[in-house]
């Protein structure tokens, strides 16, 4: 990576924070594109003053305008997370949509490198487990988490219609449950939700009865894994993510535990189309890339926790 320019969009975002951060420090120059909808300047605040890093505020729906060379394009801008995308299904679908081809559009005039952030939600409620990249998915077209679902297999066929017709050297990855520091206090995923939750001495709301299950991957896993994908030259897609899958009952169990917190669990009605199970196949990734996740879920909770407690001290905490 070292003196390559390279593009990312949702840069601003959690994922898209710890990318440009891993980038800068791979001798990359970095030109972050963000519209801040659900990113936030404070990701990128400690990059800001870095020479070879540069934020452009623009919505990738509109264009994604950046000129002059550039060798990589990692293409992250989206809402990504359940509460937002239902607040903003149109926005959703948009950036998925149009914002995905204003990207490869980027990638194609410049003849740089693309990588696609993809999800597992494309896998739906998924009929197969572990999901292979072969699966197809079981996604429910019309139901509220389509918005999400959709406009990301939208943005798959997209990518791939590009390589294919264009010869744009493009390429998917399959992005599985990922967290840690800087995740949206806010945004009702899982991990900062039960964290603040135990830290709080409040209830954990579990939902449903807790046996759906998810895999969870330590952030600087999964931007090491995009990183390698996107260098590889492979057109995917290809699965990042954790393989120790635990039930959200469990993982309830784990955060009450490691913040030695006296909360209790409360259930709470399980959202439409909430996938029973979700656990990546990684033979491509380790085959292809030869990379797995390293983080045990212990240390990466852990690490979680600290931060989210120093977000919760009364210097970040708003006036
Ligand atoms: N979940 C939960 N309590 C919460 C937030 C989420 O039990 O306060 C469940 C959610 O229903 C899902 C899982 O945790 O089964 C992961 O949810 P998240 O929104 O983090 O990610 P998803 O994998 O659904 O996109």
Redesign the pocket.
Known sequence: MDGARVVVTGGAGFLGSWLCERLLGDGAAVVCVDSLVTGARTNVAPLVDHPRFTFVAADVCEGVPVDGAVDRVFHLASVA???HYLRLPLETLRSGSLGTTHALDLAERTGARFLLASTS?VYGDPLEHPQHESYWGNVNPIGPRSVYDEAKRFAEATTAAYRRSLGTDATIARIF?TYGPRMALAD????P??VQQALAGEP?????D?S?T?SLCWVADTVDGLVRLGESGFPGPVNIGGDAEVT?LEL?RTIIDLTGSSSTIEH?P??QD??RV?RPDLAEAEGLLGWRPRTPLREGLIRTIEWVAAQRRPEHLPA
């Open positions: 997370s359940p509460v939600e449950n009702g995923r899982v991990v939700a039960f954990l709301t579990v939902a449903g807790g759906q998810r959200v309830a709470v399980l959202p909430d996938p979700r």
